[in-house]
């Protein structure tokens, strides 16, 4: 997508977002643009939804999320950024002029002032009444662990293919196939590893910067983590090693590092505290880190490792049913992020993390959900050109257009299509148990794209071999189930006609009963003729739960 197209997104997003006096805060992962609000009322969500580019809307406590799709999101945000960037600076200009124009601008300025306020207190009203009413302890902090790790995802990716290419050149020059990459392996040994043994210093400033704390002294605390020296510590009368504990003990390092920090800053006088107050987090936090959290998250860690393995080794095809079930309803909620650190745990000690691919498995038979709900409503062609612009983003394992835009809103293939997954997983797990453990190098991708990713205990082959099965169960499952159980006639009667003679029918919502008004299945004939996304909204641009925009996300 060209440049042009990109700031032509960001410059529809942002007046629908109540401008940027609006937006606090930009970031983005895979597929989602996240901004923080200041006043939730002034998004215009009907205006929002309806662009031909916006797949979906996730909302939680504190982040309105767009959804955009894979590659699209990093260049949309970076134009959004830079269009808001300007309209402040362009706003404060006009405000200076005005400040500057006498008293009749300063009383046409304290008017708009007083609305502004006003809107401010109801917007406040609005998040908190949400947050008594969605919010929980437990899934505030699964948000915040996802925030810690969510931007680590890029480096992730772009190490772990690296790591699967020197892989392959590896076993071509010990074969003696490729003597011309002996001088490249430990080049790309060096890039591949590099970032992922200092991982930890990344968690600390992350962490750090969740929590409220100065980033820098939370990658401070957690370097000594990483620092070789401390194998002349003894800890309980054995040397540690560097590294032990991990991404977890960084974590807990930096939040340490952030209390006292806070402590700090509240009692120490101001005119020692940029002596003092860096001193003492750095001390503490690193005394506690080489004396307690290592050997302590170091335990934890291994143990997760080895829990992984036996979960799989021992439950077999039952465990990856179970996982590859339950996987879809995590990511409609957005809690699948919670899972970063347990990967990254295993991929630090083992090399790759067998619980990706067999999670993997959800987006699978997501994908033969959707194919069947494309064969079965033949006269749709509204939801079936939903499914054939958000098909290639699921086949790469993008899930969110397929959630949103096709199986979420219709109930039922949401069902089928984890039916499919469970069954794909418990495929990747029995064969798991029967000797060939599949596993990724790095987190993030699924579907196809995770091919170049994949490492476990056999060779190349049998390893894509056994997880492409996986994805061919996963497909023909959920396309089997959906089939013949992701409609009830009534379903049938009201979705399998065309648009055009659909104007009385009632639009079933998530449960598969008839919603109380008429309304026919959002299409996207107005949308424009752009294939970058279009229609792959559909109903899930509408919240995916019949009626309430916001119901069955960010719940």
């Given at each position: 997508m060209s440049t042009d197209k990109n700031r032509q997104i960001a410059e529809a997003l942002l007046p629908?977002?109540?401008?940027?006096?609006?937006?606090?805060?930009?970031?983005?992962c895979m597929t989602r643009m996240r901004l923080g609000l200041a006043d939730r009322s002034l998004v215009q969500d009907a205006a929002l939804r309806a662009l031909p580019d916006v797949v979906g809307v996730v909302e939680d406590d504190d982040t309105y999320q767009i959804v955009l799709g894979p590659g699209k999101v990093a260049r949309v945000t970076t134009e959004f950024q830079a269009i808001a960037r300007q309209e402040?600076?362009?706003?404060?200009?006009?405000a200076a002029d005005a400040s500057a124009g006498g008293p009749a601008a300063a009383a046409a300025g304290g008017q708009s002032a007083v609305t502004a306020d006003e809107l401010a207190e109801r917007g406040a009203a609005i998040r908190a009444a949400r947050r008594r009413k969605n919010s929980t302890p437990v899934k505030q902090m699964l948000r915040r662990v996802a925030n810690i790790f969510v931007p680590l995802i890029p480096a992730l990716i772009g190490c772990g293919i690296v790591a699967g290419i020197n892989g392959i050149l590896t076993n071509l020059v010990s074969s003696g196939s490729a003597q011309w990459a002996a001088g490249i392996v430990p080049a790309l040994t060096a890039i591949s590893t590099g970032f992922m043994s200092l991982i930890a210093i990344f968690v600390g400033i992350n962490t750090a910067a969740e929590f409220g704390g100065t980033p820098v002294l939370g990658g401070a605390a957690a370097a000594v983590i990483v620092f070789a020296g401390v194998s002349k510590v003894s800890v309980f009368g054995a040397k540690l090693a560097p590294g032990q504990g991990?991404?977890?003990g960084a974590l807990f390092a930096a939040l340490i590092a952030v209390y006292v920090e806070k402590w700090c800053r509240r009692r120490v006088p101001e005119a020692v505290d940029v002596l003092v107050t860096p001193t003492v987090t750095v001390l503490v936090s690193g005394m506690v880190t080489l004396f307690g959290l290592m050997y302590v998250c170091g335990l934890v860690s291994t143990g997760i490792g080895h829990f992984a393995n036996w979960l799989l080794l021992h439950g077999g095809g039952v465990a990856g049913f179970v996982l590859g079930g339950l996987f879809l309803p995590l990511v409609m909620l957005g809690l699948h992020q919670a899972l970063i650190p347990i990967h990254t745990t295993l991929i630090e000690q083992d090399g790759f993390t067998v619980l990706l691919p067999v999670l993997a498995m959800a987006g699978a038979g997501q994908v033969g959900a959707?194919?069947?709900?494309?064969?079965?409503l033949r006269r749709n062609t509204s939801i079936r050109k939903t499914i054939k612009s958000a098909l290639p983003a699921g086949v790469m394992g993008v899930g969110e257009p397929l959630i949103y835009g096709v199986s979420l809103p219709l109930g039922r293939p949401f069902i089928t299509a984890c039916i499919g997954g469970a069954v794909g997983g418990g495929a990747v797990g029995l064969f798991h148990q029967l000797g060939t453990s599949v596993g990724s190098t790095a987190i993030g991708p699924s579907g196809w794209a995770l091919f170049p990713l994949l490492k476990?205990?056999?060779?190349?082959?049998?390893i894509a071999a056994v997880y492409a099965l996986g994805m061919g169960t996963g497909y023909l499952a959920g396309f089997i189930a959906t089939y013949f159980f992701g409609f009830s006639k009534q379903m049938l009667a009201e979705l399998n006609v065309a648009p055009e003679a659909a104007g009385a029918a009632s639009t079933v919502i998530a449960t598969g009963t008839p919603a109380a008004a008429p309304r026919v299945p959002q299409d996207t004939r107005s949308r424009g003729e752009d294939d970058d996304d279009d229609?792959?909204?559909g109903e899930g641009g509408h919240g995916g739960g019949g009626g309430d925009p916001k119901q069955p996300v960010g719940v």
């Open positions: 629908l977002v109540g401008g940027s006096q609006n937006v606090v805060s930009v970031t983005h402040t600076a362009t706003a404060a200009a006009s991990g991404v977890l959707a194919i069947a709900v494309y064969v079965r476990g205990n056999q060779g190349l082959g049998a229609g792959a909204e």
